[in-house]
Nanobody, 116 residues
Framework: QVQLVESGGGLVQPGGSLRLSCATS????????IGWFRQAPGKEREGVSC????????YYADSVKGRFTISRDNAKHTVYLQMNSLEPEDAADYYC?????????WGQGTQVTVSS
């Protein structure tokens, strides 16, 4: 069955970096665009970034543009989100997701805390 397992979250100081990973299984990652969204307590869900299946084109929310980088390693069935210059506003649970014919799949999430 389809599984998405996020990891790499944690506590980091403002200005610090984290790299999130999303290990996938149960489907062929090569064929799908895949992305990340985040959810903070009391805030709306926010799409953070996504990467296409074909040419590797990427999208970033304005709030993270220039600080976050999404990448994928199809051979390892894994998607990454490199997060630099983290701000307190980036604190949230981060989820990777993809859409298969209208059905959205996501994992259990990984928590990012940005605090001094």
């Amino acid at each position: 069955q389809v599984q998405l397992v996020e990891s790499g979250g944690g506590l980091v100081q403002p200005g610090g970096s984290l790299r999130l990973s999303c290990a996938t299984s149960g489907f062929t990652l090569d064929y799908y665009a895949i992305g990340w969204f985040r959810q903070a307590p009391g805030k709306e869900r926010e799409g953070v970034s996504c990467i296409s299946s074909s040419n590797g084109s990427t999208y970033y929310a304005d709030s993270v543009k220039g600080r976050f980088t999404i990448s994928r390693d199809n051979a390892k069935h894994t998607v990454y989100l490199q997060m630099n210059s983290l701000e307190p506003e980036d604190a949230a649970d981060y989820y990777c997701f993809f859409n298969n014919a209208g059905h959205i799949y996501w994992g259990q999430g990984t928590q990012v805390t940005v605090s001094s």
